[in-house]
């Protein structure tokens, strides 16, 4: 698995192990750093704490405070000693994005397709910092040559795919060992995953074993089922309406086992399927019923991402390669290899009819793909500042969302081929993004230690006596 590099001797905390970096200075000007992040030279902790007392309402941003000036996340800028924009400008110049492959990227904006920004599919509706995610940051261990004994030689992960919507009013987002349930009606927060603890399962099962203490890497909801995966190859899956876990393993005994990438998906006879993808280069496949492991894939590289088509019977492989794999998702037989990004990818998504995938990669763009015709991507869409780390379509195929690690989130209208778009704006990094199944809501997981958050945008209808109203 590839992993995102900190550069400027940043600082990071995450837990008890490692630090999470900060937001803005006030005094101070702006120091806007290369990465994903804000931070303080000096401090761990922030310049200011915002007179903000965490457990109270008055953190959160409504739709009408922002409709009268306020900022959606919060950030006083009238109280720092730069404007929005100046900030905004800086970080556009000073932002590094992370690259494993240097290969020449000269061509790669023109062939991008010219997309018009200016839209508003989903509007702003609600932020909250009583609840946020939390993007774990990890130092690879690696055996390092000679002549790799400096601070180049080690790197970050940045896993996004932290945040799930099973409904308008259901959110599931991790923080820390932890996976957090949110209602977005009830503006209440409760855990429904301690991993800090060690796991017992509940289900009797010859490869289920208690685990210890999971720092969780990825995690995924579908109906009842969560599944979550773990930095030591661990797999964990429960049933929401259920206490306790239902299943529990290390699926790896690699050192470098992570657990990149959970899907849960439904095989062409309508069997519930959990898939894990891991660094060991394996791909598993588990009965959601009983947790037998039924089918294993080898892949040359490690394996970041999966995702399988609506009908069950293709899986998009992606990875530490420019190139990404489509498999028979039975047998696991690779049938196409898909041509054209320049560096390692991290995202994928099917289009609900099934005929489109999407790829991120850390070339910043996304590839868009025919899959009647998978010599060449049929589009590509440009991020701002960094790779693409996660891909959403919406349910009914209209909308397709990606987010950058850090600071943007595009939406884009499919029935427009994709020419139409619409950027949110905002700072911190995107944990992960979401939309809800009936397609009226977007979640975005925004994680800072000061402002972290979680915004929901709710999908414009264009209701003529409701614009008027509002």
């Not at 969560?226 to 206490?243: R, T």
């Amino acid at each position: 698995m590839s992993m995102e590099q900190f550069q400027n001797n940043e600082l990071m905390y995450v837990d008890e192990d490692h630090f999470d970096v900060t937001s803005f200075e006030e005094d101070g000007g702006f120091s806007p750093r290369s990465g994903s992040t804000f931070f303080d030279d000096d401090s761990v902790d922030s310049d200011f704490d915002d007179d903000f007392e965490l457990s109270k309402p008055k953190t959160d941003t409504s739709a009408l405070e922002a409709k009268n000036g306020k900022d959606i996340q919060g950030i006083p800028w009238e109280r720092l000693n730069f404007t929005r924009e100046k900030y905004r400008e800086s970080r556009l110049k000073q932002y590094k994005n992370y690259e494993n492959l240097s290969l020449p990227h000269e061509d790669l904006e023109k062939e991008c397709k010219e997309v018009e920004k200016d839209n508003n599919f989903y509007k702003f509706q609600f932020n909250t910092r009583l609840v946020k995610s939390t993007i774990v940051h990890f130092q690879q261990i690696a055996v390092l040559s000679e002549h790799q004994q400096d601070m180049d030689s080690f790197s970050y992960g940045m896993l996004r795919n932290l945040l799930w919507a099973t409904s308008k009013h259901d959110v599931y987002l991790m923080q820390n060992y932890s996976v957090m349930h949110w209602s977005p009606l009830l503006r209440r927060g409760k855990e429904v995953l301690n991993a800090a603890k060690p796991i017992v399962p509940a289900l009797k099962h010859p490869n289920s074993q208690t685990v210890k203490r999971v720092q969780i890497s990825t995690m995924t909801v579908k109906d009842n089922l969560m599944v979550a995966g773990g930095f030591q190859g661990e797999l964990i899956c429960k049933y929401l309406d259920q206490p306790g876990v239902a299943f529990a393993t290390k699926i790896s005994t690699d050192e470098n086992a992570i657990t990149n990438a959970v899907d849960i998906f439904r095989n062409p006879s309508g069997s519930t399927r959990v898939m894990a993808a891991n660094n060991d280069a394996q791909v598993r496949v588990f009965d959601a019923s009983n947790f037998v492991c039924l089918n294993q894939f080898t892949f040359p590289w490690s394996v970041n991402n999966t995702s399988v088509s609506p009908d069950g019977r293709f899986l998009a492989v992606l990875g530490d390669s420019a190139e990404c794999l489509i498999a028979d998702a039975q047998s696991g037989k690779v049938v196409s290899n898909l041509k054209g990004h320049l560096d390692y990818s991290f995202a994928s998504a099917w289009h609900p009819n099934g005929q489109v995938l999407a790829t991120g990669n850390q070339d910043t763009t996304c590839r868009l793909w025919d899959i009647r015709n998978l010599s060449e991507s049929f589009a590509i869409l440009k991020g701002r500042m960094g790779a693409i780390r996660t891909i959403r379509f919406t349910s009914d195929g209209r909308f397709m969302a990606m987010a950058e690690p850090a600071d943007f989130v595009h939406i884009f209208d499919t029935s427009s081929d994709y020419s139409r778009g619409q950027e949110i704006d905002l700072f911190g990094e995107i944990a992960g993004i979401s939309f809800s199944p009936d397609t009226e809501a977007l979640f975005v997981g925004v994680s800072d230690r000061t402002y972290g958050s979680l915004l929901e945008l709710n999908r414009r209808r264009y209701d003529p006596y409701s614009e008027c109203m509002f």
